[in-house]
């Protein structure tokens, strides 16, 4: 009964952060400074009367209360709005691209998971950090996911899921050896190796179920770090993805495909971060 | 351990400084302009007019760097500043508010964190005026930082406040009258072990965003030189045949991030 409460509260706290997203992120951009400025204002062969009549049209249609009608509409036809840029229904732009970009998400999520966990098991099983390990991971983190990604593209050696995958691992193995650092230096498990209890038996009996609540938050990080690489990584290896998309809406000024994106960018990330918040409830039950 | 983690640190800010002061003499000196094109000697390699060779426009490359490294740093620290504040702030206000208040302002926070900082520097970047000049762009980019970098932070700071609002001292002190303005003057020196470290977090991760941002070209506007745009030259295949110093800026990026990172590590 009280982890279906607390269970419904933390429902009902993601809804109000996804609307309360899609309410400022409509608001950031409405009142953005060029928000109302468009494109053919600018193109000479338009006469002086045609751009006052752009601009008085942009700012007709530009009022905030209107927006939020337009794109909750959209949202309750379930076809998300209809996209400024190419005039179709947002959600057929956005569901192939969906696929595309939960799979590139998840196998360099799984891979990056994979590398870092052996790296840190490995590496925190000395005394002190080794620049073996350590100096790999700090180079990876100093470089920008587009130049990283753009040096890939140059020297034809990867693609977009290893530049995520290296990213990632580097992030993750940051977080992993130094939890794994202090767990290995639990009073319980010094006793445990002086008895001669095997490592293998030591990392699946204690050391994992002891740092799974951390596992879990480290799996928010992951997905947050990974979404934010998303848009470098598609743009630059040309993905067809969710991160090219917004990219291209950002440029164009496609408010309903942007919104929309942003809104699933929200939505995955409270959900992963409830996941891992409520750890201790979901073993409870 | 501790030892070599303080040294390197101590190092670090010694080479950051030095190349500051390079930047700022290579910058300054006479004649020197990011923006002035050499018509006659676009894609040159190093020569002793150009030292590290100039662009596809003629400009001389060296400056440029120096320029965009400069200017990277100094919007990064400033939008740092900008960010801790904003975030000792709200994390203070909410821990000394009623628990209403409180849970408001970490829901605002909860909202900033549940999107990926790229996508809303994206939406907010791309809203911008198509007329804007450089210097505003650079301005706005920066400013676009520090607004989006403050909930992870205040989130800490508001732990902290809140721990130091149960604190014996301060309930002594909330007894005998101390008001507003007096918690807070003793309240920060307390919040500065969280705020510190948190303005040194934000600087390489304001440098990247900035980098990455004009990469795509969502940046800092020409001629104004940025990592981001500099980044772009990568994508010239023809540029990188005719000469290797088109490297020199991701290069000094990564060493300037590295030595970022050194500086900010946990001693």
Same mark, same amino acid.
């Given at each position: 009964?009280?982890? +279906? @409460?607390? &269970? /419904?509260?933390?429902?009902?706290?993601?809804? =109000?952060? !996804?609307? %309360?997203? $899609?309410? #400022?992120?409509?608001?950031?951009?409405?009142?953005?400074?060029?928000?109302?400025?468009?494109?053919?204002?600018?193109?000479?062969?338009?006469?002086?009367?045609?751009?006052?009549?752009?601009?008085?049209?942009a700012?007709?249609?530009?009022?905030?209360?209107?927006?939020?009608?337009?794109?909750?509409?959209?949202?309750?036809?379930?076809?998300?709005?209809?996209?400024?840029?190419?005039?179709?229904?947002?959600?057929?732009?956005?569901?192939?691209?969906?696929?595309?970009?939960?799979?590139?998400?998840?196998?360099?999520?799984?891979?990056?998971?994979?590398?870092?966990?052996c790296?840190?098991?490995?590496s925190?099983?000395?005394?002190?950090?080794?620049?073996?390990?350590?100096?790999? +991971? @700090?180079? &990876? /983190?100093?470089?920008?996911?587009?130049?990283? =990604?753009? !040096?890939? %593209?140059? $020297?034809? #050696?990867?693609?977009?899921?290893?530049v995520?995958?290296?990213?990632?691992?580097?992030?993750?193995?940051?977080?992993?050896?130094?939890t794994?650092?202090?767990?290995?230096?639990?009073?319980?498990?010094?006793?445990?190796?002086?008895?001669?209890?095997?490592?293998?038996?030591?990392?699946?009996?204690?050391?994992?179920?002891?740092i799974?609540?951390?596992?879990?938050?480290?799996?928010t990080?992951s997905?947050?770090?990974?979404l934010?690489?998303?848009?470098?990584?598609?743009?630059?290896?040309?993905?067809?993805?969710?991160?090219?998309?917004?990219?291209?809406?950002?440029?164009?000024?496609?408010?309903?495909?942007?919104?929309?994106?942003?809104?699933?960018?929200?939505?995955?990330?409270?959900?992963?971060?409830?996941?891992?918040?409520?750890?201790?409830?979901?073993?409870?039950? | 351990?501790?030892f070599?983690?303080?040294?390197?640190?101590?190092?670090?800010s010694?080479?950051?400084?030095?190349?500051?002061?390079?930047?700022?003499?290579?910058?300054?000196?006479?004649?020197?302009?990011?923006?002035?094109?050499?018509?006659?000697?676009?894609?040159?390699g190093?020569?002793?007019?150009?030292?590290?060779?100039?662009?596809?426009?003629?400009?001389?490359?060296?400056?440029?760097?120096?320029?965009?490294f400069?200017?990277?740093?100094?919007?990064?620290?400033?939008a740092?500043?900008?960010?801790?504040?904003?975030?000792?702030?709200?994390?203070?206000?909410?821990?000394?508010?009623?628990?209403?208040?409180?849970?408001?302002?970490?829901?605002?926070?909860?909202?900033?964190l549940?999107?990926?900082?790229?996508?809303?520097?994206?939406?907010?970047?791309?809203?911008?005026?198509l007329?804007?000049?450089?210097?505003?762009?650079?301005?706005?980019?920066?400013?676009?930082?520090?607004?989006?970098?403050?909930?992870?932070?205040?989130?800490?700071?508001?732990?902290?406040?809140?721990?130091?609002?149960?604190?014996?001292?301060?309930l002594?002190?909330?007894?005998?009258?101390?008001r507003?303005?007096?918690?807070?003057?003793?309240?920060?020196?307390n919040?500065?072990?969280?705020?510190?470290?948190?303005?040194?977090?934000?600087?390489?991760?304001?440098?990247?965003?900035?980098?990455?941002?004009?990469?795509l070209?969502?940046?800092?506007?020409?001629?104004?030189?940025?990592?981001?745009?500099?980044l772009?030259?990568?994508?010239?295949?023809?540029?990188?045949?005719?000469?290797?110093?088109?490297?020199?800026?991701?290069?000094?990026?990564?060493?300037?991030?590295?030595l970022?990172?050194?500086?900010?590590?946990?001693?």
């Amino acid at each position: 009964m009280k982890f +279906a @409460a607390g &269970l /419904l509260k933390r429902l009902g706290r993601t809804l =109000a952060i !996804v609307l %309360l997203v $899609v309410f #400022g992120s409509t608001v950031l951009v409405r009142f953005a400074p060029g928000y109302l400025s468009d494109a053919r204002e600018m193109d000479p062969r338009y006469a002086g009367a045609a751009r006052v009549e752009l601009a008085a049209e942009a700012g007709r249609s530009g009022s905030l209360g209107q927006m939020l009608a337009t794109e909750i509409g959209g949202w309750t036809q379930g076809n998300l709005g209809i996209s400024r840029q190419y005039e179709v229904p947002v959600l057929e732009l956005i569901l192939p691209r969906l696929a595309v970009t939960g799979s590139l998400m998840l196998r360099a999520i799984v891979m990056a998971w994979t590398l870092a966990l052996c790296a840190s098991l490995l590496s925190s099983a000395s005394r002190n950090p080794s620049l073996l390990w350590q100096a790999p +991971a @700090a180079l &990876l /983190l100093a470089v920008p996911t587009a130049a990283m =990604a753009t !040096v890939c %593209l140059l $020297v034809d #050696g990867g693609g977009p899921v290893l530049v995520m995958t290296l990213l990632l691992a580097a992030r993750d193995f940051k977080f992993l050896d130094r939890t794994l650092r202090k767990a290995w230096r639990d009073e319980h498990l010094l006793q445990a190796r002086a008895q001669g209890v095997t490592t293998l038996r030591l990392v699946r009996a204690h050391i994992l179920p002891n740092i799974a609540p951390q596992l879990l938050a480290l799996a928010t990080l992951s997905i947050v770090t990974a979404l934010s690489a998303l848009v470098p990584v598609e743009v630059i290896f040309s993905v067809p993805g969710l991160g090219q998309l917004a990219w291209s809406a950002a440029m164009n000024r496609d408010l309903p495909v942007l919104l929309a994106i942003t809104m699933i960018m929200a939505i995955a990330v409270t959900l992963a971060g409830m996941a891992s918040d409520r750890e201790d409830q979901w073993r409870a039950a | 351990m501790r030892f070599r983690a303080a040294r390197s640190k101590v190092v670090a800010s010694w080479l950051l400084a030095g190349l500051v002061l390079i930047a700022i003499a290579i910058v300054e000196a006479p004649s020197s302009s990011y923006s002035h094109q050499d018509r006659d000697l676009p894609l040159a390699g190093a020569s002793r007019l150009h030292p590290a060779g100039t662009d596809a426009l003629g400009r001389d490359r060296m400056v440029r760097v120096s320029a965009a490294f400069l200017l990277s740093l100094g919007g990064a620290i400033v939008a740092s500043a900008l960010t801790t504040a904003a975030a000792a702030a709200v994390g203070t206000l909410a821990a000394f508010s009623p628990a209403g208040v409180a849970g408001l302002a970490m829901l605002v926070c909860d909202v900033f964190l549940a999107l990926p900082w790229l996508f809303l520097l994206m939406m907010v970047r791309s809203a911008l005026p198509l007329t804007t000049s450089p210097a505003h762009s650079a301005e706005v980019t920066f400013l676009v930082l520090a607004a989006l970098g403050w909930p992870a932070c205040a989130r800490a700071v508001y732990r902290g406040a809140q721990g130091l609002r149960g604190s014996e001292w301060m309930l002594q002190a909330r007894a005998e009258g101390l008001r507003g303005r007096q918690i807070v003057r003793h309240l920060l020196p307390n919040l500065m072990p969280l705020l510190a470290p948190q303005f040194l977090v934000c600087i390489p991760a304001f440098v990247i965003a900035e980098a990455n941002l004009g990469a795509l070209g969502l940046g800092i506007g020409e001629p104004l030189p940025s990592w981001g745009g500099m980044l772009l030259e990568l994508d010239n295949s023809a540029m990188l045949m005719r000469t290797a110093w088109v490297y020199l800026p991701i290069g000094l990026l990564v060493l300037i991030l590295l030595l970022l990172e050194a500086i900010a590590v946990e001693v």
